[in-house]
């Protein structure tokens, strides 16, 4: 059974950093691009980064130049580092495949930044 799991999130203030951590199963991690999604309070989940397996590195706009997506591919882990983050930002991180997710999501991790 292929697992996501999502890991990292927290409070924080606005300004501030955090970075979350995915791990997946190596038969899903190894051949994929994988890609962060989120889903903030009262709107649809939407794309934030994505990365293929050889790190070419694609961002949404709201994030370009705070977020940084990376994979370690020994380790099948996928990772976004946020900086600067923004009220906006708050909403549940999800980690999967891209272009087409795979339908077991994992439990996602909660981002809230407030002051």
């Known amino acids: 059974q292929v697992q996501l799991v999502e890991s990292g999130g927290g409070l924080v203030q606005p300004g501030g950093s955090l970075t979350l951590s995915c791990t997946a199963s190596t038969i899903i991690f190894s051949i994929n691009t994988m890609a962060w999604y989120r889903q903030c309070p009262g709107k649809q989940r939407e794309l934030v980064a994505s990365?293929?397996?050889?790190?070419?590195?694609n961002y949404a706009d709201s994030v370009k130049g705070r977020f940084t997506i990376f994979r370690d591919n020994v380790k099948n882990t996928l990772y976004l580092q946020m900086n600067s983050l923004k009220p906006d930002d708050t909403a549940v991180y999800y980690c999967?495949?891209?272009?087409?997710?795979?339908?077991?999501w994992g439990q996602g991790t909660q981002v809230t930044v407030s002051s």
């Open positions: 999967n495949l891209h272009p087409v997710p795979i339908d077991s």
């Open positions: 990365i293929t397996r050889g790190g070419s590195r």
